[in-house]
């Protein structure tokens, strides 16, 4: 088979390698469809601080059980399955408060060990989400980023009350703004980015105002209308916005982090303290394929409007390029197998 390897920093190579076995209580997953996500790109150049080389990369994809290990009913052979990458121990600390995302020996497909830009993977069966028939397979492999947001809005339990600021509108961005809007109602929210285009996409996927803050004040803006914000989302993930969020933030308010930045962020805790601000972060997913499988039988959110681009596999490299270069026009990319 063929996989797409990061054999050291800077060095993509699509490799032959054999056919995975999978060990018990795993399957194989015979791939038809992946998406390019930032860590992708951050492993392929070498700035993911949690990648081992050399790697396949890849955590957001989709296929068709074609073998299972030892333990796995056979059952499960031919069924349509998205993969959560996020593979846990059960029983530690983090496992037993619902957090399997931050498992005491977490292990991330694509990151810590192989993903799904293969022709073929190996994974445990759990990991392997059963897709309805009546989802698509280039919505099945747009479920893991939607998890993202799933997990976000899982912390802060949005109402139609809600006045919503998002700042960025790259993929995290739209997905949560669909949440917000799609599953969640809320009357108002807002998206600020840098970049008109991806402004206009976080329009079509339901933001109410979007604010281009490279040349326009935030802060000045939300004054002159009176809004203060009751929930916030950091998709952006710039230090400096931490401080403005609380800034900006009603009394109340929540807050939700995204950012991996090694960065300090300079913060006064009296505007947090002051105002009973509620300080969330969220990584990757806990459990939540499920919740998003649900979304998409429901008709709430739209993936189709977050993909811009698919190529086959053999231009991955031509595929990462164009994702690392062309923020205006690309979202979600594809590779299809
Ligand atoms: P992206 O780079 O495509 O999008 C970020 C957007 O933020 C860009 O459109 C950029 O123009 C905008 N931006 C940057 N600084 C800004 C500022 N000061 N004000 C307003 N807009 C600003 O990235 P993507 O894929 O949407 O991911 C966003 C962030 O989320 C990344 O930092 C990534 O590391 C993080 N992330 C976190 C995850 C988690 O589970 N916690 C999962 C996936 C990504
Ligand atoms: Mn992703
Ligand atoms: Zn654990």
Redesign the pocket.
């Known amino acids: 088979m063929k996989s797409i390897v990061i054999q050291r920093p800077n060095t993509l190579v699509i490799e032959d390698r054999p056919l995975p076995t999978p060990a018990a209580g795993e399957v194989s997953v015979k791939v038809k469809l992946a998406g390019i996500?930032?860590?992708d790109s951050h492993i392929y150049r070498g700035h993911n601080p949690f990648a081992k080389y050399p790697r396949v990369i890849g955590h957001e994809f989709f296929g068709v059980i074609d073998a299972v290990g030892d333990g796995v009913d056979t059952a499960r052979l031919g069924q349509r399955v998205s993969v959560d990458p996020v593979i846990s121990c059960g029983h530690c600390y983090q496992c037993s408060v619902g957090k399997p995302n931050v498992c005491a020996s977490l292990v991330v497909l694509g990151v810590h060990r192989d993903g799904g830009f293969s022709e073929y993977a190996a994974v445990p069966a759990k990991n392997a989400k059963v897709i309805p028939d009546a989802i698509s397979d280039k919505h099945a492999v747009m479920i893991e980023p939607f998890t993202?947001a799933a997990n976000v809005t899982g912390h802060v339990s949005p109402t139609e009350q809600d006045v919503a600021l998002i700042?960025?509108?790259?993929?995290?961005?739209l997905v949560t703004v669909q949440a917000l809007k799609g599953v969640y109602k809320v009357k108002q929210v807002i998206v600020?980015?840098?970049?008109d285009e991806?402004l206009a996409m976080a329009q079509r996927s339901g933001a109410d105002w979007v604010i281009n803050?490279g040349n326009q004040s935030l802060p000045a803006l939300l004054e002159e209308k009176g809004i203060k914000p009751t929930l916030i989302v950091d998709?952006?993930?710039?230090p400096s916005?931490l401080q403005e969020a609380i800034t900006l933030a009603s009394p109340g308010a929540r807050i939700v982090l995204?950012?991996?930045s090694s960065e300090p962020s300079q913060i006064v805790q009296q505007g947090i303290t002051g105002k009973e601000l509620s300080i969330f972060s969220?990584?990757?997913n806990a459990n939540k394929f499920p919740v998003v499988i649900d979304w998409l039988t429901k008709g709430l959110i739209d993936p189709d409007k977050l993909i811009t681009h698919a190529f086959e596999y053999q231009h991955v490299k031509d595929a990462i390029e164009l994702f690392e270069k062309d923020?205006r026009q690309c979202c979600k990319v594809l590779l299809t197998f």
Request: hydrophobic share 40%; proline share 3%.
């Open positions: 996500c930032g860590s993202i700042y960025g509108a790259g993929p995290m961005g600020v980015d840098r970049i991806r803050n998709a952006a993930c710039h916005i995204m950012g991996f969220s990584r990757l923020q």
